[in-house]
Each structure stands twice: as C-alpha cells, then as structure tokens.
T-cell receptor, first 109, second 113 residues
Framework: KNEVEQSPQNLTAQEGEFITINCSYS?????LHWLQQHPGGGIVSLFM???GKKKHGRLIATINIQEKHSSLHITASHPRDSAVYIC???????????FGTGTRLQVFP | NAGVMQNPRHLVRRRGQEARLRCSPM?????VYWYRQLPEEGLKFMVY????????ESGMPKERFSAEFPKEGPSILRIQQVVRGDSAAYFC???????????FGQGTRLTVV
C-alpha cells in the first residue's frame, strides 16, 4: 500500500463545476503539498499546509491532521485547470517528499 | 528572481553514453532535491544536497548515478552508461531551508535510445 493515496485517479468535469480531489496518507508529517503538472510541463507548487485551510484564487486546500486526510477543491472549474494534481507529504524527520500518483483532471468547455 | 532552471529540457542519449542534467536553484536557495518521474509513474525522491554536501542519497540507484552541488555553479545529476530504463523526467526542486516550500524546475526529459 502506498504511503500517499489519491482519489480519484482520473476526473472529468464540465466547465464551471466544483471539483474535489482527495489525498490520504499513512505517515506522520510536518507538511502536505499540492502540486500541479501540465502535460509535458513542469511542476508548480500550489499549496503547502500543515493545518487548517488555505485559499488561493479558485483553489482551496484543507487538511485534517488527525484523520490524515487532505482535499483540494477547485471552484468554477475552467479548461485551463486541466492538469495532473499531485499530493505530496513531508514526513517527520526526513528531508524528502513522498508523492501520490496524481489525479488527472480534464475540464471540458 | 528567476525560478529553478533546469537544462537541457530534453536530452537524447544512446545506450552506454553519459547524461548530465543541470539544475540552477532559485537565488538564495541552498537546498536542492532531485526527483525522478518514470513513464506513467509517480515522482520518486532521489537525492537531497546542500552546497558541497550530499545530505540524503537514499533514493539514488547504487550504480551509475551521482549528484553534486558545488560551491559555485549548478547542481549536476550524472548518469553514466545510460540504459533504456533510465528514460524518465528528472525534476529538480530548491528551497531556502529545510521544511519550507520547495520550488520545482521544468524538468529534463531524458530519452535513451
């Protein structure tokens, strides 16, 4: 079993829909990251959080440390949001990130 | 302040050749991380370096792979005698301190033919 699990693996939405991507992890962490990767492109850091909730534009990330769970929400989705969204965790006392396998999102006009 | 710069963006090597991947961290960042993304797989940690020191190389294959981050110049990931299985996207990330947000480069896509 992977230490970081994401769901769903693939997600299709119509423009304007509200989207939720989930991430569960099994290790103690100091922080959780949400990343975005466009096809053939680089990786962009969206959020780094260790508690509560963060918002940036139409993106919202939440984390529940007790339940070892995080969600990434996209409000009013747009075709340009189409990308792979990756959850990654920074375990305690380590210097490396452990990544989920990503959620591939396609938003159609 | 330019972001993390990786070059080349694309690299084609024949089996048995050497591949050198370069990463220039963001200005003021002294922590560099290398990750590998195999086709249709998630990202995997390879190595963590600070200036002139390898801090954690637990994700590096034992043979053919090496990394450095000299006092001057970019960090280099070196793969000797490449094989087809080395074909992947290699990403570099940098951060100013441990436990702070890391910024990623555009990656180098290595193809071994």
């Amino acid at each position: 079993k992977n230490e970081v699990e994401q769901s769903p693996q693939n997600l299709t939405a119509q423009e304007g829909e509200f989207i939720t991507i989930n991430c569960s992890y099994s290790v103690g962490i100091s922080a959780l990251h949400w990343l975005q990767q466009h096809p053939g492109g680089g990786i962009v850091s969206l959020f780094m959080l260790s508690s509560g909730k963060k918002k940036h534009g139409r993106l919202i990330a939440t984390i529940n440390i007790q339940e070892k769970h995080s969600s990434l929400h996209i409000t009013a989705s747009h075709p340009r949001d189409s990308a792979v969204y990756i959850c990654a965790v920074s375990p305690y006392n380590t210097d490396k990130l452990i990544f989920g396998t990503g959620t591939r999102l396609q938003v159609f006009p | 302040n330019a972001g993390v710069m990786q070059n080349p963006r694309h690299l084609v090597r024949r089996r048995g050749q050497e591949a050198r991947l370069r990463c220039s961290p963001m200005k003021g960042h002294s922590h560099v991380y290398w990750y590998r993304q195999l086709p249709e797989e998630g990202l995997k940690f390879m190595v963590y370096l600070q200036k002139e020191n390898i801090i954690d190389e637990s994700g590096m294959p034992k043979e053919r792979f090496s990394a450095e981050f000299p006092k001057e110049g970019p960090s280099i990931l070196r793969i000797q005698q490449v094989v087809r299985g080395d074909s992947a996207a290699y990403f570099c990330a940098s951060s100013p301190n441990l436990d702070t947000e890391a910024f990623f480069g555009q990656g180098t896509r290595l193809t071994v033919v």
